[in-house]
């Protein structure tokens, strides 16, 4: 003969079984005591069940994903594209990194002053500070880029910025018995003696004196 | 093609973003129940930058959901190692979900769902990452065995026995 069984009992049995085979095997034997602690249980697995559906609801949305650009790594997405794309990527890759101005380069390598770009000539605007540089070779990379646009400054009529500009590929110079030496100094002569046929003073004739 | 080629060929996009749709919602639901509300997101982007990064590891497709769950709960682990000196329990600072208003739940209701978290927290190992895999995140026995490499009888034993552990904390609560 069967016994009813207490809340003691209960416990065991429902530590082992689910609750669907606990009220198959022993749902008419409890007391009733044990009946309504098996019923509050039996509702905690109910809202056990619906938990993660409740939870899902009362969430906030999936945040978005970052895009998989940038997640995808590099040689990947560089594997994936199409072999005939290759030759473009390199050249277009190669270009952006002649055109790019570098990264420790205070000045940019191409001319860039609005008088440089129009035919008319228009006043020299004095470039931002710059931090002076460290290593020669970052000088003799400045020194290039002001002459460089002195001479475009030059061919554009705008003597003031040229002189400006030839001036600081001067002061830039790592070493001052180097062939852009000689160079910078023939280009200043130039713009020195238009400047001086304009009625200006320049220094360049300290430089080019007789001792040289 | 084999199933077992099929399985470990290279993953086009398509096939990562149904992968990881068909997850992403359950690692966010176990994102929101172990880490605070404000962190949340930034270690769900964290798990989804690292799974992105770390696809080409991935051999076999049909472990996807182990695979990132393993990379959640370690991504976890390092949010927690990173704050405090050892894992610790969400505890008051968990996501507030009470905090969207939704008509179709009442405060009963709310307040049963936060109960029926904190119990789940409150669990001992290895009941608490079963019972949370389980119950909150909605992942199935053969799933939760995946992730957490256990024998499947375990984790449904686990899963029995928590029910009355969790029931008694309600209980306890109640009183």
Known sequence: MSHSIGIDELERIIAEMEPAEVEARYGGRLEPEAKAYFDAYCATCKDLDNLNGMLEALAPPVPQVRPKARLIPFHRRVVSLPIWSLPLTAAALLCLGLLLPQKDSPVPLEPQVQGAQEDSPVPYEPLVQRAPAETPKQNARISDAFFERGKAFMSKGNHDAAWEDFSAAFSYLPDRSSIQRKSILEEMQIVAEQMKDQGKQTWVKDLLSPKE | ?175
């Open chain 2, 1 to 175: 093609m084999t199933p077992e080629a099929e399985a470990t060929k290279p993953l086009t996009e398509l096939e990562i973003e149904q992968l990881f749709y068909q997850v992403k919602k359950k690692i966010w639901m176990y994102v929101l129940q172990k880490v605070p509300a404000q962190e949340a997101e930034d270690v769900f982007q964290e798990i989804c930058l690292h799974s992105f990064t770390k696809l080409d590891k991935l051999l076999d497709r049909s472990k996807f959901l182990p695979w990132i769950f393993s990379i959640a709960r370690r991504r976890v682990l390092d949010y927690y190692r990173a704050k405090y000196s050892q894992p610790q329990l969400v505890g008051e600072d968990q996501f507030e979900f009470n905090s969207i208003e939704d008509a179709s739940f009442s405060h009963e209701q709310r307040l049963n769902i936060r109960e029926l978290r904190d119990c789940i927290n409150q669990l001992k190992e290895p009941y608490r990452e079963v019972a949370l895999l389980h119950f909150v995140v909605g992942l199935t026995s053969p799933e939760i065995m995946k992730v957490l490499n256990i024998n499947e009888n375990t984790i449904k034993s686990h899963i029995v026995r928590s029910r009355p552990m969790i029931h008694k904390c309600l209980l306890r609560k109640k009183k």
